[in-house]
């Protein structure tokens, strides 16, 4: 059985960094294409960041230059590094697989809602003015 655990999440002043992990288990994160979503209240969960099974990285011009995505294979776990931070950043912040029938362990097209196989539970970033 397939799990996402996410933790990391937490209140920053704006300019500030956080670094969230996700672990998983009942899947080898290096066979697969992994990103980072967000979602205010009201508003549709976005993509933000995906890793491929090689190592290329994609982002939304939101988040371009600010936050790093990564991944530890020794550990299973995905990272979302993120500094400068923002007050717009404040969002719920779920990682997410994408499932290999759709993406193919790659980041293209764009991560989609209907293209996410799993998803973490969910962590809250609240970045202040």
């Known amino acids: 059985e397939v799990h996402l655990v996410e933790s990391g999440g937490g209140l920053v002043q704006g300019g500030g960094s956080l670094r969230l992990s996700c672990t998983a288990s009942?899947?080898?994160?290096?066979?697969?294409?992994m990103g980072w979503f967000r979602q205010t209240p009201g508003k549709e969960r976005e993509g933000g960041s995906c890793?491929?099974?090689?190592?290329?990285?994609l982002y939304a011009n939101s988040v371009k230059g600010r936050f790093t995505v990564s991944r530890d294979n020794a550990k299973n776990t995905l990272y979302l590094q993120m500094d400068s931070l923002k007050p717009e950043d404040t969002a719920t912040y779920y990682c997410?697989?994408?499932?290999?029938?759709?993406?193919?362990?790659?980041?293209?097209?764009?991560?989609?809602?209907?293209?996410?196989?799993?998803w973490g539970q969910g962590t809250q970033v609240t970045v202040s003015s």
């Open positions: 009942g899947l080898t994160v290096a066979d697969d294409a």
């Open positions: 890793i491929s099974r090689e190592g290329g990285m």
């Open positions: 997410a697989v994408l499932t290999i029938h759709r993406y193919g362990g790659y980041c293209n097209p764009w991560p989609a809602l209907d293209g996410v196989g799993y």
